[in-house]
Protein backbone atom coordinates (compact mmCIF):
# COMPACT_ATOMS: atom_id res chain seq x y z
CA UNK A 1 0.00 0.00 0.00
CA UNK A 2 2.42 2.58 -1.33
CA UNK A 3 -0.49 5.82 -0.54
CA UNK A 4 0.11 8.75 -2.10
CA UNK A 5 2.99 9.24 -4.44
CA UNK A 6 3.89 11.81 -6.30
CA UNK A 7 6.29 12.05 -9.69
CA UNK A 8 8.92 13.40 -10.79
CA UNK A 9 10.16 14.67 -7.18
CA UNK A 10 12.24 17.48 -8.27
CA UNK A 11 12.30 19.23 -11.46
CA UNK A 12 13.99 22.64 -12.84
CA UNK A 13 12.10 23.89 -15.92
CA UNK A 14 13.36 27.28 -18.06
CA UNK A 15 10.15 30.15 -18.16
CA UNK A 16 7.84 29.10 -21.04
CA UNK A 17 8.30 25.46 -20.79
CA UNK A 18 5.25 23.35 -19.69
CA UNK A 19 5.14 20.01 -17.32
CA UNK A 20 2.57 17.51 -15.93
CA UNK A 21 2.76 16.65 -12.05
CA UNK A 22 1.17 13.49 -11.46
CA UNK A 23 -0.02 12.08 -8.22
CA UNK A 24 -1.27 8.84 -7.55
CA UNK A 25 -3.18 7.08 -4.56
CA UNK A 26 -4.02 3.32 -3.87
CA UNK A 27 -6.64 4.01 -1.00
CA UNK A 28 -9.55 4.24 -3.34
CA UNK A 29 -10.18 8.01 -2.06
CA UNK A 30 -12.85 10.06 -3.92
CA UNK A 31 -11.29 13.27 -2.95
CA UNK A 32 -7.58 14.62 -4.35
CA UNK A 33 -6.08 17.85 -3.70
CA UNK A 34 -3.41 19.94 -5.11
CA UNK A 35 -1.35 22.45 -2.81
CA UNK A 36 1.37 24.91 -3.21
CA UNK A 37 3.90 25.52 -0.25
CA UNK A 38 6.04 28.92 -0.42
CA UNK A 39 7.84 29.96 2.52
CA UNK A 40 5.75 32.61 4.71
CA UNK A 41 3.02 31.29 2.77
CA UNK A 42 1.60 28.00 4.19
CA UNK A 43 -0.02 25.74 1.92
CA UNK A 44 -2.40 27.12 -0.61
CA UNK A 45 -5.20 25.25 -2.42
CA UNK A 46 -4.56 25.72 -6.09
CA UNK A 47 -7.64 23.25 -7.41
CA UNK A 48 -9.46 19.98 -6.05
CA UNK A 49 -11.18 16.86 -7.71
CA UNK A 50 -14.06 15.61 -5.65
CA UNK A 51 -14.35 12.08 -8.14
CA UNK A 52 -13.56 10.92 -11.27
CA UNK A 53 -14.12 13.48 -13.99
CA UNK A 54 -14.36 16.10 -11.73
CA UNK A 55 -12.09 19.68 -10.74
CA UNK A 56 -12.61 22.60 -9.15
CA UNK A 57 -10.71 25.78 -8.21
CA UNK A 58 -9.08 26.43 -4.90
CA UNK A 59 -7.69 29.35 -3.49
CA UNK A 60 -4.73 30.09 -6.33
CA UNK A 61 -6.15 28.06 -9.88
CA UNK A 62 -4.13 30.85 -12.28
CA UNK A 63 -1.74 29.19 -14.58
CA UNK A 64 -2.98 25.69 -13.48
CA UNK A 65 -4.42 23.30 -15.00
CA UNK A 66 -5.91 19.33 -13.95
CA UNK A 67 -7.82 16.75 -15.02
CA UNK A 68 -8.80 13.38 -13.29
CA UNK A 69 -9.40 10.67 -15.89
CA UNK A 70 -9.14 8.34 -13.55
CA UNK A 71 -10.00 7.87 -9.66
CA UNK A 72 -6.70 7.07 -8.21
CA UNK A 73 -4.77 9.84 -10.66
CA UNK A 74 -5.15 14.04 -10.27
CA UNK A 75 -2.90 15.47 -12.97
CA UNK A 76 -1.25 18.84 -12.45
CA UNK A 77 -0.61 20.77 -15.95
CA UNK A 78 1.77 23.48 -16.05
CA UNK A 79 1.36 25.22 -19.36
CA UNK A 80 3.57 27.99 -19.18
CA UNK A 81 5.66 27.78 -16.55
CA UNK A 82 6.96 31.28 -15.25
CA UNK A 83 9.80 31.81 -12.19
CA UNK A 84 6.39 32.84 -9.65
CA UNK A 85 5.45 29.12 -9.69
CA UNK A 86 8.66 27.92 -8.42
CA UNK A 87 7.20 25.87 -5.19
CA UNK A 88 7.18 22.82 -3.69
CA UNK A 89 4.24 21.27 -4.71
CA UNK A 90 1.80 18.05 -2.52
CA UNK A 91 -0.74 16.25 -3.95
CA UNK A 92 -3.43 14.73 -1.22
CA UNK A 93 -6.32 12.57 -1.21
CA UNK A 94 -9.07 12.01 1.50
CA UNK A 95 -12.56 9.95 1.69
CA UNK A 96 -15.80 11.89 2.41
CA UNK A 97 -17.66 11.08 5.52
CA UNK A 98 -20.64 13.20 4.42
CA UNK A 99 -22.68 13.90 1.49
CA UNK A 100 -23.16 16.80 -0.70
CA UNK A 101 -19.89 17.96 -2.31
CA UNK A 102 -16.32 18.70 -0.53
CA UNK A 103 -16.63 19.79 2.39
CA UNK A 104 -13.08 19.59 3.39
CA UNK A 105 -13.41 18.01 6.95
CA UNK A 106 -11.86 14.85 6.25
CA UNK A 107 -8.37 13.41 7.21
CA UNK A 108 -6.26 14.42 4.27
CA UNK A 109 -3.54 12.08 3.41
CA UNK A 110 -0.49 13.75 1.85
CA UNK A 111 2.30 13.09 -1.36
CA UNK A 112 5.76 13.75 -0.50
CA UNK A 113 6.13 16.45 -2.84
CA UNK A 114 7.77 18.03 -5.90
CA UNK A 115 10.06 20.48 -5.50
CA UNK A 116 9.94 22.78 -9.02
CA UNK A 117 12.17 25.15 -9.85
CA UNK A 118 11.01 27.67 -12.81
CA UNK A 119 14.10 29.41 -14.05
CA UNK B 1 -10.88 37.39 7.33
CA UNK B 2 -10.98 34.01 8.25
CA UNK B 3 -7.75 33.26 9.60
CA UNK B 4 -5.48 30.51 11.62
CA UNK B 5 -2.16 31.84 13.59
CA UNK B 6 0.36 30.26 14.63
CA UNK B 7 2.50 32.60 16.66
CA UNK B 8 5.28 31.01 17.28
CA UNK B 9 7.18 30.54 14.31
CA UNK B 10 9.99 28.03 16.23
CA UNK B 11 9.78 27.12 19.44
CA UNK B 12 12.70 25.21 20.87
CA UNK B 13 12.75 22.60 23.89
CA UNK B 14 14.38 20.27 25.88
CA UNK B 15 14.65 16.59 25.34
CA UNK B 16 12.31 15.48 28.14
CA UNK B 17 10.26 18.40 28.69
CA UNK B 18 6.59 19.17 27.98
CA UNK B 19 5.87 20.75 24.82
CA UNK B 20 2.88 23.21 23.56
CA UNK B 21 2.76 24.36 19.79
CA UNK B 22 0.32 27.18 19.62
CA UNK B 23 -2.66 27.63 17.54
CA UNK B 24 -5.62 30.66 17.52
CA UNK B 25 -8.54 30.83 14.99
CA UNK B 26 -10.75 33.68 13.60
CA UNK B 27 -13.17 31.44 11.47
CA UNK B 28 -17.13 31.34 11.34
CA UNK B 29 -19.56 28.98 12.80
CA UNK B 30 -18.18 25.59 14.70
CA UNK B 31 -14.73 24.75 13.11
CA UNK B 32 -13.48 21.21 12.54
CA UNK B 33 -9.42 21.44 13.92
CA UNK B 34 -6.54 19.88 12.64
CA UNK B 35 -2.97 18.93 13.49
CA UNK B 36 -0.76 17.99 10.67
CA UNK B 37 2.59 17.40 11.10
CA UNK B 38 5.63 17.70 8.27
CA UNK B 39 9.08 16.05 8.66
CA UNK B 40 12.19 16.66 6.70
CA UNK B 41 11.57 16.62 2.87
CA UNK B 42 8.31 14.65 3.57
CA UNK B 43 4.48 14.93 2.74
CA UNK B 44 1.97 16.43 5.88
CA UNK B 45 0.93 14.00 7.98
CA UNK B 46 -2.62 13.79 10.10
CA UNK B 47 -2.18 14.11 13.71
CA UNK B 48 -5.55 14.92 15.46
CA UNK B 49 -8.75 16.76 14.94
CA UNK B 50 -10.98 18.23 16.70
CA UNK B 51 -14.91 18.15 15.49
CA UNK B 52 -16.80 18.18 18.23
CA UNK B 53 -17.12 16.94 22.46
CA UNK B 54 -14.41 16.17 25.01
CA UNK B 55 -12.34 19.68 24.41
CA UNK B 56 -9.01 17.25 24.72
CA UNK B 57 -8.19 15.85 21.76
CA UNK B 58 -5.80 13.14 21.75
CA UNK B 59 -3.70 12.28 18.40
CA UNK B 60 -0.77 9.88 16.87
CA UNK B 61 3.03 9.63 18.64
CA UNK B 62 1.45 11.02 22.18
CA UNK B 63 0.42 13.79 20.81
CA UNK B 64 -2.57 15.93 22.29
CA UNK B 65 -4.50 19.46 21.27
CA UNK B 66 -6.83 21.13 23.66
CA UNK B 67 -9.95 22.69 21.99
CA UNK B 68 -10.43 26.66 23.92
CA UNK B 69 -13.88 27.81 22.16
CA UNK B 70 -13.48 31.11 24.51
CA UNK B 71 -9.98 31.79 23.90
CA UNK B 72 -10.57 30.27 19.79
CA UNK B 73 -7.24 27.77 20.56
CA UNK B 74 -6.59 24.58 19.66
CA UNK B 75 -3.19 24.18 20.66
CA UNK B 76 -0.84 21.42 20.38
CA UNK B 77 0.77 19.58 23.18
CA UNK B 78 2.93 16.42 24.20
CA UNK B 79 3.96 15.56 27.88
CA UNK B 80 7.58 14.48 26.96
CA UNK B 81 8.99 15.69 24.21
CA UNK B 82 11.99 13.41 21.62
CA UNK B 83 14.31 14.07 19.52
CA UNK B 84 12.06 12.90 17.15
CA UNK B 85 9.52 15.02 17.44
CA UNK B 86 11.57 17.60 15.50
CA UNK B 87 9.40 18.76 12.52
CA UNK B 88 6.94 21.38 11.27
CA UNK B 89 3.64 21.60 12.64
CA UNK B 90 0.75 22.65 10.93
CA UNK B 91 -2.48 23.94 12.20
CA UNK B 92 -5.46 23.88 10.04
CA UNK B 93 -9.38 25.11 10.43
CA UNK B 94 -12.62 24.08 8.75
CA UNK B 95 -15.50 26.62 8.41
CA UNK B 96 -18.39 27.57 7.02
CA UNK B 97 -18.30 29.70 3.70
CA UNK B 98 -21.76 30.24 2.30
CA UNK B 99 -23.01 27.01 1.20
CA UNK B 100 -19.85 25.44 1.08
CA UNK B 101 -17.15 24.55 3.68
CA UNK B 102 -13.02 25.92 3.56
CA UNK B 103 -9.80 24.87 5.06
CA UNK B 104 -7.82 27.28 5.95
CA UNK B 105 -3.82 26.36 6.86
CA UNK B 106 -1.64 28.31 9.98
CA UNK B 107 2.00 29.05 8.22
CA UNK B 108 3.63 26.54 10.60
CA UNK B 109 5.73 26.15 13.43
CA UNK B 110 8.77 24.41 13.34
CA UNK B 111 10.02 22.46 16.58
CA UNK B 112 13.25 21.94 17.87
CA UNK B 113 13.95 19.03 20.17
CA UNK B 114 17.06 19.38 21.72
CA UNK B 115 19.12 16.35 23.23
Known amino acids: NAGVTQTPKFRVLKTGQSMTLLCAQD?????MYWYRQDPGMGLRLIHY???????AKGEVPDGYNVSRLKKQNFLLGLESAAPSQTSVYFC??????????????????FGPGTRLTVL | AQSVAQPEDQVNVAEGNPLTVKCTYS??????LFWYVQYPNRGLQFLLK????DNLVKGSYGFEAEFNKSQTSFHLKKPSALVSDSALYFC?????????????WGLGTSLAVNP
Open chain 1, 92 to 109: ASSYPTGTGGAKFTDTQY
Open chain 2, 50 to 53: YITG
Open chain 1, 49 to 55: SVGEGTT
Open chain 2, 92 to 104: AANYNAGNNRKLI
Open chain 2, 27 to 32: VSGNPY
Open chain 1, 27 to 31: MNHEY
